[in-house]
């Protein structure tokens, strides 16, 4: 998040407009930031009380203020209010910070971009940050902040003055991202691409699209659709982006079709070398991050750029510094007292595709002639009836990468662990928690470890325990 000038975020009385609260202590006040968690809150920020489904935030107020809250939104029948505290009251806090979003999308004069699709989205997010950010100040929803609470928020701590934002969008199921798009109101919004996640909720990838394709129920009139042009929905998901409006389709991909095409790539352990040609634009750029899917990902980013009239070859200057972010492929090598050795850090979620490009860019890594390639893999969640064999077919691509000894946990998992060849299994076991010590007494020095799975199925724990073998990691490829 980027707070281009000095200027409060809210004031008091912008607040109560947009809320219809009912303030104690006046008017005469101001937050400089939003937060929904205590323990997040600093000086100056607009506590909102939301009950969630595992925590409610009115019995937080207190510690809210106590980090320095200036004020809180909570429910006419919050009853832990000192006369200290400056408290808002509203019928539902929540509703109050989508009107809060909604407030704040109405005062930007700048250009709005919205991000979704079934791998990639909070990376092609912090890329296309980072890209316009080099043009004019620009604002990005933080970390995953992508559902029907963390869109609103991420609104409301959009600065007034912004010059660019841009929006991660997600969902588990039909019609979520349809309201969450109406509220962002995008001048450009991306499909990173459709794939088959969450399968437990849809009946086909082609309803995915269609979820997916909600994104253009926000667009901006004469708003400008971004489609991955090599994935099979593209015609489909342009035919709706052109029926709600859109005045241009931009295709990226390998496609020869591809409005953004790539022309080359040339793939290095730490980052990737493009040629290009972005709408007809011919350019040479460098993604500081390795993998096939971050170059795709980066044809996305500049067909925006050029799309919304930013600056490309500062856009492309700006791709050269990425690093992947924590549980995204952020790379640490720990140093033991007999070596080194390498861990890839993909533990925030996972699916078939983006397992896929794990898989591949562990292969592509680099071992020393006595290490080796190894996964450690937890479930893929939500894939529906077809999970077993969604699971089991990684064997293929495990094979093809040359990856060298492979440890999976989970209910899931197990289907892969029957469809290896008992040389390659290091171990299956039904929890992360059981596997940990397993996979930290198999690290050798030179080898090169890449962990991954779904968040529930608690894959970072691991990452952890491989790092603490060496109490001062270093992170590698810019991360």
Known sequence: MTRPTDLPLWTGAEIVAATGGVVSGGHDWHA?????????????????????????????????FAQGASAAIVRHDFDGATPQMRIVRVDDPLEALRRLGVAARARMQGTVVAVTGSVGKT??????????HRHRATHASTASLNNHWGVPLSLARMPRDSGYAVFEVGMNHAGEIGPLARLIRP?????????PVHLEFFDSVTSIADAKAEIFEGLERDGIAVLNRDNPHFDRLAAVARASGASQVVGFGESEAADARLIKAAMNENCSCISADICGQAMTYKVGAPGRHWVVNSLAVLAAVSAVGADLGLAGLALAELSPPEGR????????RDGSFLVIDESYNANPASMRAAIELLGASPVARS??????????LEMGAESPSFHAA????????????????GANMKALADALPVALLGG?????????????????????????????SR????????????????RVNGG
Not at 371 to 380: E, N
């Open 32 to 64: 400089t930031g939003v937060a929904i968690d205590s323990r997040t809150t600093h000086d100056g920020d607009l506590f909102v009380a939301i009950a969630g489904p595992n925590h409610d935030g009115h019995r937080f107020v207190a510690d809210a």
């Open 123 to 132: 990376g092609t997010k912090e890329a296309l940050r980072a890209a316009l």
């Open 187 to 195: 001048h450009a919004a991306i499909v990173t691409t459709v794939e």
């Open 329 to 336: 492929g952020q790379r640490t090598e720990v140093a033991t």
């Open 371 to 380: 290490g080796r390639r190894v996964a450690v893999l937890g479930d893929m």
């Open 394 to 409: 990684l064997a293929h691509s495990i094979a093809s990468a040359g990856v060298d000894l492979v440890f999976c946990c």
């Open 428 to 456: 299956w076991t039904e929890d992360s928690a059981q596997l940990s010590d397993t996979v930290v007494g198999a690290a050798r020095p030179g080898d090169v470890f890449m962990v991954k799975g779904s968040l529930g």
């Open 459 to 474: 894959m970072a724990p691991i990452v952890q325990a491989l790092k603490e073998l060496d109490r001062a990691p270093r």
